[in-house]
């Protein structure tokens, strides 16, 4: 047992080491009795484990993503509700003026300004909450926390063009982007 010990202690095994090299023996153990005596049979239903792995862990960061994409346009949904009910309600006039579209151009510029402006700060927070570990892991670690994070930007980058796609129709149209606004 001392000699164990004085072994483990040359080789300077921590846990994060000693965890490391546990999985790599008994996955060569693994592959050494499924390639001499179970004829592959284990090694196939590994891809299927390690694939399901990837999977979940594909659905938990973009579970990830999405909570901090919702989160923040369910703050700016508010502002912008207000918009286009406004907008809507006064396109649907029978009576519209010149002053009138200027006035709502002009409230639906702002508006929408500090929409996206508060839409993005909340983001920002969210982005920053959610991966503050992973930043810190980017000092001792090279590639695991930047392909993490790149996959939780990716999946922003894809909610972000959902909510686009959803909300461009909506605004285009309303009668500040119409030719004929019946004046």
Not at 97 to 123: H, M, Q, R, S
Not at 151 to 160: D, M, Q
Request: aromatic share 12%.
């Amino acid at each position: 047992m001392n000699q164990f010990k004085n072994l483990i202690s040359k080789l300077d095994l921590r846990k994060e080491k000693i965890i490391s090299l546990v999985l790599t023996l008994g996955l060569t153990m693994l592959i050494f009795v499924d390639n001499n005596y179970f004829d592959h049979a284990l090694l196939t239903s590994t891809y299927v484990f390690s694939m399901t792995f990837l999977a979940v862990v594909l659905v938990a960061v973009m579970l990830l993503a999405g909570h901090a994409i919702y989160k923040s346009a369910i703050h700016a949904s508010v502002g912008f509700g207000v918009l286009i009910f406004l907008a809507q309600t006064y396109c649907n006039l029978d009576t519209k003026t010149t002053d009138g579209i200027e006035a709502l151009n002009t409230l639906w510029t702002v508006g929408f300004i500090f929409i996206v402006y508060d839409f993005f700060n909340k983001l920002q927070e969210a982005y920053k909450a959610h991966t503050k570990p992973l930043r810190e892991d980017l000092k001792t670690k090279k590639w695991e926390p930047t392909l993490l994070m790149a996959i939780y930007s990716v999946f922003i980058l894809v909610y972000i063009s959902l909510i686009t796609k959803v909300l461009t129709p909506i605004v285009l149209d309303l009668c500040i982007y119409k030719s004929d606004i019946g004046l």
